[in-house]
């Protein structure tokens, strides 16, 4: 394996995570949306989504990717595979994160939504001020969780032609004739790329609880 | 579309074929996974340091590795030990290595939150080692985990959809080459969809059903 093949799967492992990156941008704020949705019992959308999230967490990746990129042109929508790929992931992981929202908005202490009706915030004061920052932490945990089982979905996408770092692995095994040492590096990037995740988790948590730790500024004026 | 159904429905015994595959494959992974995932847990609470350890990093690994690597691993590395399988031999294998980590690690998890005292009880009535292991610990063990255990199955099965990508002739693969070959893509892949749902619902439902029964014992 040459310094060009390595190159070659480190260019995959950018490919892969450019796209789970645009799958959490896009599909941790839909999970959020189809979570308020199902939350607020909205008629109609809530029971589409309730299904929505039923499916897809049946649904493998590989033959969701198929799906898309095939089913769509026939109706008449073109595209690309990495717009597919994104919209693959994204659709994937949006329903996994709509149930972790959701269990954080049907946990959230009733007193704290009845103080904030009681100090007269609406809706949308409300849960901007006041739910979102207290669910978002307490989500982060398994968002993060969720994350990384999205990362090891993304080979998926191999179905449809985009060269990540398993494909790329595979086909300079497959051009060296020697397949074992291209899929260990990339059993190696992978491990990486997963462990920066976590580690990026553990230390926002660290600053949270040393944030949580020292005197809140409030009690002073006491 | 009406066609498209038309055509998959027409081939039905190809999709048949496709689902017993899938079944087949991921029921005798889990059963397999879950036998050594017993194993790999009991290393893992071990008290010997360099076998609970070594145990740990193996877990680890597996844990940090997408499913479709591992598969090639086991189907295009393993040959340059000598160790050569067919397709659908190699896909088995590596759903059940792969998974064996994540059953050990939530058996672990269930096995830390058991009481203390139920494992005093066990050494002062004279349980020890592997009678301990299997009289004592396993039941509560199991009993505990069985939703996480459902829910590792149901990732079996939509796990079992990579091995598509090496030609082992599951579900996504049988609805694949209908799409081929009658380009029917919406009703092939619909058709798949909603079979992959309808056996996580009997999943599902299995999990409850069993669960109701560990209730009911307890």
Known sequence: MSLLDFLAILQGAGATVGLSLSGIALGVPLGLALALARWGRVPIVAPIVATYVSVMRATPAVTLALLIFFALPNAGIEMDPVPTAILTLTLNTAAFNCEIWRAALLDFPRDQFDASVAFGMGSRLRFLRIILPQIARGCLPALVNEMSLLIKASPAVAVLGIVDATRAAVRVGAETYRPLPPLLVALVIYAIIVAVFIVAQRSFERNRSAAAASPAPLAATA | MIRGFAITWAHRDQMLDGLINTVWLSLSAAALAFALGCALAAAL?????????????LVDTMRCVPFLLFAYLVYYGLPSFGIRFTSWMAGLVALTLYNAAYMAELL????????????????????????????????????????????????????????????VPELTHQASSIQATYFVPFAAFVTAVLLYWGLCMVVEA???GVGRMAEARR
């Not at chain 2, 609470?45 to 360099?50: D, Y």
């Not at chain 2, 066990?122 to 039941?139: C, D, E, K």
């Not at chain 2, 996480?148 to 030609?167: C, E, P, V, W, Y």
């Open chain 2, 108 to 167: 672990r998890a269930a096995w830390t939150a058991l009481p203390r005292e139920l494992i005093e009880a066990g050494h002062a009535f004279g349980f020890a080692g592997f009678s301990l292991f299997r009289r004592i610990v396993l039941p509560p063990v199991i009993l505990a985990a069985i939703p996480m255990i459902g829910n590792q199955l149901i990732q079996i099965i939509k796990d079992s959809a990579f091995l598509t990508i090496i030609t």
């Open chain 2, 206 to 208: 299995a999990v409850a």
């Open chain 2, 45 to 57: 609470m071990s008290r010997a340091r360099p076998m609970a350890i070594s145990a740990r990093y």
